[in-house]
């Protein structure tokens, strides 16, 4: 049996069939919660704004476009959600070295003790950059979204897509070294 894809079941969504709607949750709220958790840093704060997102999805579906991927018109929605949750005053936080990972597959304990210290420096780095660029990086670099992708979300062409991820993980490496005390 084939997989339909997630622009044919959103398209079944659209005409009715919400219950179908429990098929794109199973395919896409780890990687919703993961965005929203490398933006925002707490937990509970990213599960509300995950079942947010698919709430708008029902509520806008006639919205969907079947030419539009789905992936760019979910995190378009993932946006503006984050983007009206910050304007009621649901501030973000820094993140604390003492955070769990977000939602994924388990690593082992020696990889972890290794690491640690390196994946912490880069997290409070990647807060302390402004949202636009926090944004596009986790875009581009922890959803794996492909830059067409990213430009239909902000609404810009590929080559702006470029030049801002290239621009923030230049801002990243700044404050990575900054934090971890290395003069450049």
Same mark, same amino acid.
């Given at each position: 049996?084939?997989?339909?894809?997630?622009?044919?079941?959103?398209?079944?969504?659209?005409?009715?069939?919400?219950?179908?709607?429990?098929?794109?949750?199973?395919?896409?709220?780890?990687?919703?919660?993961?965005?929203? $958790?490398?933006?925002?840093?707490?937990?509970?704060?990213?599960?509300?704004?995950?079942?947010?997102?698919?709430?708008?999805?029902?509520?806008?579906?006639?919205?969907?476009?079947?030419?539009?991927?789905?992936?760019?018109?979910? $995190?378009?929605?993932? #946006?503006?959600?984050?983007?009206?949750?910050?304007?009621?005053?649901?501030?973000?936080?820094?993140?604390?070295?003492?955070?769990?990972?977000? %939602?994924?597959?388990?690593? #082992?304990?020696?990889?972890?003790?290794?690491?640690?210290?390196?994946?912490?420096?880069?997290?409070? %780095?990647?807060?302390?950059?402004?949202?636009?660029?926090?944004?596009?990086?986790?875009?581009?670099?922890?959803?794996?979204?492909?830059?067409?992708?990213?430009?239909?979300?902000?609404?810009?062409?590929?080559?702006?897509?470029?030049?801002?991820?290239?621009?923030?993980?230049?801002?990243?490496?700044?404050?990575?070294?900054?934090?971890?005390?290395?003069? #450049?």
């Amino acid at each position: 049996m084939s997989m339909v894809s997630d622009e044919g079941v959103m398209l079944e969504v659209r005409e009715g069939q919400v219950g179908k709607l429990a098929v794109l949750f199973e395919r896409h709220h780890r990687s919703l919660f993961n965005f929203f $958790y490398r933006l925002t840093g707490h937990r509970e704060q990213s599960e509300d704004l995950t079942q947010d997102v698919f709430m708008r999805i029902l509520k806008y579906r006639d919205s969907f476009e079947p030419r539009t991927s789905f992936a760019a018109w979910m $995190y378009q929605m993932a #946006r503006n959600t984050h983007t009206d949750s910050h304007q009621k005053g649901k501030t973000e936080t820094s993140w604390s070295d003492d955070l769990p990972d977000p %939602a994924g597959p388990e690593r #082992r304990v020696d990889d972890l003790l290794q690491k640690e210290q390196e994946v912490a420096l880069v997290r409070r %780095a990647l807060a302390a950059l402004p949202v636009d660029k926090r944004e596009v990086l986790v875009l581009s670099r922890y959803q794996e979204l492909k830059y067409e992708e990213i430009g239909q979300i902000l609404g810009c062409d590929v080559g702006a897509v470029k030049v801002r991820v290239y621009r923030a993980v230049r801002a990243l490496g700044r404050v990575f070294a900054e934090m971890a005390g290395e003069t #450049r």
